[in-house]
């Protein structure tokens, strides 16, 4: 955690803190998620791209330099990386962008079938094209379907990434969608520094292995972290809280989260210039014991 974290002077995102991702890459604990940019769901209407570059403008400028993205966050032409490219590039040196590599769209736009080993190579070219770099700051081995973690080997396809990490095109690589036997097998063959898995403050089912990221110096990065998945969050669950810091249901499912552990990220994702000020604004807020209670921690 940066000391000033509740200065005046620092950024919305600075003052939920910093984690050192990877051991070289300082990130702020509050970073954006550009799922929601190209739509809002895989198959709703395309949004328009002027403001999905405003949205990632203005996250920076209210301190967000951790963005998570995929080459598969895309509808009607308007794809996330491209937008990120044409928003922020020269990227900053700051700025540290995550992708995911594994789904395959389907021609309906929604992924629907997993890349094998000797496709990830291409999948992780299209990343460095869209984004503009010559080398991507982390990917990760996104697998499954959109159930419950768990099942396959991950060792084949992360062995294929390790191997692009080797020739100098990923400085880092994560997992995403798994479970612990996934993650061990993948630590087995190159260093993990990031999970990215479903959690969130009514989806806790991860909490030991946050505790094991967490242990071992790795990210732990929720998707759907404002319940945006299948279970959507409960404002009544959340009202007691919400009403003590005059804050939104959001604001509170962010500040849970950030509660939760030291090495957890979080990337909330909105099209929304609106609700991206509001969800940088949860970086301010601390939770209570009572109010951890409260929720039930
Ligand atoms: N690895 C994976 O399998 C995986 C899966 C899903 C997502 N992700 C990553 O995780 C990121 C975060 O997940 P997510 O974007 O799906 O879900 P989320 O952050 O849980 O929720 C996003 C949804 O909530 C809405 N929203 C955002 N801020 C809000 C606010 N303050 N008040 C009310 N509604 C709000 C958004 O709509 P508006 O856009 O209209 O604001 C959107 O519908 C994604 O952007 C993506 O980078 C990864």
């Given at each position: 955690m940066t000391s000033d974290t509740n200065s005046d002077s620092v950024t919305p995102a600075a003052r939920a803190g910093e984690f050192l991702?990877?051991?070289?890459?300082?990130?702020?604990?509050?970073?954006?998620?550009?799922?929601?940019?190209?739509?809002?769901?895989?198959?709703?209407?395309?949004?328009?791209?002027?403001?999905?570059?405003?949205?990632?403008r203005r996250a920076v400028e209210l301190g967000v330099n951790h963005i998570d993205t995929a080459w598969f966050y895309r509808r009607e032409g308007v794809v996330a990386n491209e937008l990120i490219r044409a928003a922020l590039a020269p990227y900053a040196d700051d700025l540290v962008i995550a992708t995911k590599v594994g789904p395959l769209l389907g021609s309906d736009g929604i992924p629907s079938g997993e890349a094998g080993p000797a496709r990830l190579r291409g999948l992780v070219e299209d990343n460095l094209r869209t984004l503009g770099v010559d080398r991507l700051d982390l990917v990760y081995l996104r697998v499954g379907g959109m159930g419950a973690p768990g099942g396959a080997s991950v060792a084949d396809r992360?062995?294929?990434?390790?191997?692009?990490?080797?020739?100098?095109?990923?400085?880092?690589?994560?997992?995403?969608?798994?479970?612990?036997?996934?993650?061990?097998?993948?630590?087995?063959?190159?260093?993990?520094?990031?999970?990215?898995?479903?959690?969130?403050?009514?989806?806790?089912?991860?909490?030991?292995?946050?505790?094991?990221?967490?242990?071992?110096?790795?990210?732990f990065v929720p998707f759907f972290p404002l319940g945006g998945g299948h279970r959507p969050i409960d404002a009544t669950a959340l009202a007691t809280v919400t009403a003590r810091h005059g804050a939104t249901t959001a604001q509170v499912a962010l500040a849970w989260l950030l509660a939760s552990s030291p090495a957890l990220l979080a990337i909330p994702g909105t099209g929304s210039l609106d609700h991206l000020e509001e969800n940088m604004a949860a970086g301010r807020i601390r939770l209570t014991a009572d109010d951890l209670a409260v929720l039930g921690d």
């Open positions: 991702l990877g051991g070289d890459l300082p990130v702020r604990r509050l970073g954006f998620g550009a799922m929601r940019l190209p739509a809002g769901t895989f198959q709703g209407p395309v949004r328009d791209p002027e403001t999905g570059i405003a949205v990632l992360f062995a294929a990434l390790a191997e692009l990490r080797a020739e100098g095109l990923i400085r880092h690589l994560g997992v995403s969608n798994v479970d612990a036997a996934q993650l061990a097998e993948a630590r087995a063959i190159a260093p993990v520094v990031a999970v990215q898995n479903n959690f969130h403050v009514h989806d806790r089912g991860d909490v030991e292995l946050m505790a094991r990221c967490e242990k071992d110096g790795i990210a």
